[in-house]
């Protein structure tokens, strides 16, 4: 945010930077939302995500503006690959946990407000454990989750307990 | 970190003895890195309280792990379908909801602090900016423009004047001028706090409106929206001299600004947050204050280890009263 470019002194006048915006969104929307609706399969969904893409550009615009026509199309592309992902995560995590809760006896569930900031956390962490190595995120979950020593990692996981020690914290 | 690291899985580990206490001790109070590192590993392990909570942790966490392994193909075939045009913006997208680059863009601030320090510093126009607990700053002075940008935590400013170069303060949420002043401002979750004590402060949130806010007066404002303006708290300007001021303030609004001046966990028992606090407290040692409120109020401080405190309410049965 804090670059020494003197020229970013100036702030966007909302005018210059809805206008930006404004064109971004008229080359780029169609575009965006049949890329989303292959990938999603599904119309609304694409819909909400192109709505979205554009609502960010209007809240944070790209640091340095684009410079040309594809410079800005592999952005949103980038974008948007991000949002599905988001998205598809958020899903995924929704339903497991569901499905761990309806493993449970009804008597151990825990109260509406406990199960979403459980969901809330597993969304969280699952977030940070996507970008790491596999190995290591596995790892971390278990230690972190299941409160278990590096030993019972390691026994678990079948590696030295050297080993786990070696993938640390995220 | 990885020192962080080890020293969390010892501790946690239930086989730490006082010794290892005593020296986890010193090496936290060996340098601010450290602390940093350490106030890291523990907001990730805080994380996950809520999953240690629920019925069976270890099934919870196999859910996750099998939702992620899903997501992870999912994202394989995506991303090989289309060519990797710029993985950066990706990598930053996902690694911006981690707590880490708060952590490295703070130690890359020209200025910052750690937990529980304040500092002044001395700009080069003779701005006199002090810099709360847990702050980062960058400063980017040029020609026609005195820029600061705030990236995490409090700083109060008592500018110089120079009727050439503007003053300036950048925020997520917007950018102050500062019209010959003295004010403070505060990074919240999504919002910027001012503060304004002298002189006047015009804000332009990233959306665009402009609002002006006078000496003496308060306002948080978001991107695109500000709240009502209100009378400033002159006691919250106090903290650039290393003191609480709580006048009327309940002990639950204490303990959270406590908070942000300590690592590790200070709890508090639902039953005394409402009790009502009057006083001065050093805010540069934390342990003192509680010590004080503990002589005043009706409650106990329950230390269960150096950095797991917690208050209660005081019983008769205690024995220190």
């Not at chain 2, 925020?171 to 019209?179: D, I, K, N, S």
Request: glycine share 6%.
């Amino acid at each position: 945010m804090c670059s020494t470019d003197s020229s970013k002194d100036i702030v966007p006048t909302a005018d210059s930077a809805m206008q930006q915006v404004y064109f971004l969104y008229s080359d780029h929307h169609d575009w965006l939302y049949s890329w989303l609706r292959h990938r999603l399969g599904n119309a609304a969904d694409a819909a909400d995500l192109a709505h979205d893409a554009f609502l960010r550009l209007i809240i944070k615009p790209a640091p340095r503006g684009f410079a040309n026509f594809g410079e800005a199309r592999a952005y949103l592309r980038t974008m948007a690959q991000g949002m599905c992902i988001n998205l598809w995560h958020r899903r995924e995590i929704e339903r497991a946990w569901l499905d761990t809760l309806a493993a449970w006896p009804e008597a151990l569930a825990p109260s509406p407000e406990r199960q979403v900031m459980v969901l809330e956390a597993l969304h969280e962490i699952g977030t940070m454990l996507l970008d790491l190595p596999p190995k290591a995120a596995r790892a971390f979950l278990m230690a972190a989750a299941c409160q278990m020593t590096d030993k019972e990692v390691a026994e678990a996981l079948g590696v030295s307990s050297r080993m786990v020690r070696k993938y640390g914290f995220p | 970190m990885e020192q962080a690291a080890e020293w969390y899985a010892l501790l946690r580990s239930g086989e730490a003895t006082h010794d290892d206490h005593a020296r986890w001790q010193s090496w936290l109070e060996h340098s601010s890195d450290h602390r940093l590192a350490w106030q890291y590993v523990e907001t990730i392990s805080r994380s996950f309280e809520p999953i240690h909570a629920t019925p069976d942790p270890r099934q919870t966490a196999d859910g996750l792990w099998a939702a992620n392994s899903r997501v992870i193909q999912r994202r394989r075939i995506l991303t090989s379908i289309v060519a990797l045009a710029g993985t950066g913006l990706f990598g930053w997208a996902t690694w911006r909801h981690t707590p880490l680059p708060g952590i490295v863009l703070a130690q890359m601030a020209d200025h910052h602090t750690a937990t529980g320090e304040q500092r002044e510093v001395v700009l080069s126009d003779g701005t006199h900016v002090w810099l709360n607990t847990a702050t980062a700053l960058n400063e980017a002075y040029h020609a026609s423009l005195r820029r600061l940008c705030l990236i995490t935590g409090e700083i109060l400013i008592d500018t110089a004047t120079d009727p050439q170069r503007p003053f300036v303060v950048d925020t997520p949420q917007g950018r102050l001028r500062a019209l010959g002043t003295r004010f403070t401002v505060r990074l919240e979750s999504d919002k910027t706090f001012l503060g304004v004590y002298q002189g006047s402060v015009e804000i332009t949130s990233a959306a665009g409106t402009s609002s002006l806010i006078q000496a003496g007066q308060q306002t948080r404002f978001t991107t695109d929206a500000s709240a009502a303006v209100e009378p400033a708290d002159s006691a919250r300007e106090t903290w650039s001299r290393g003191v609480l001021v709580a006048w009327d303030m309940t002990l639950g609004d204490v303990v959270k600004e406590l908070r942000r001046y300590r690592s590790g966990y200070l709890g508090i028992a639902p039953e005394v947050a409402g009790l009502r606090v009057f006083g001065s407290f050093p805010l540069r040692d934390t342990d003192d204050t509680l010590t004080m409120l503990a002589s005043a109020l009706p409650i106990r401080i329950q230390r269960t280890l150096p950095w797991w405190v917690s208050i209660e309410a005081r019983t008769d049965a205690d024995p220190h009263r």
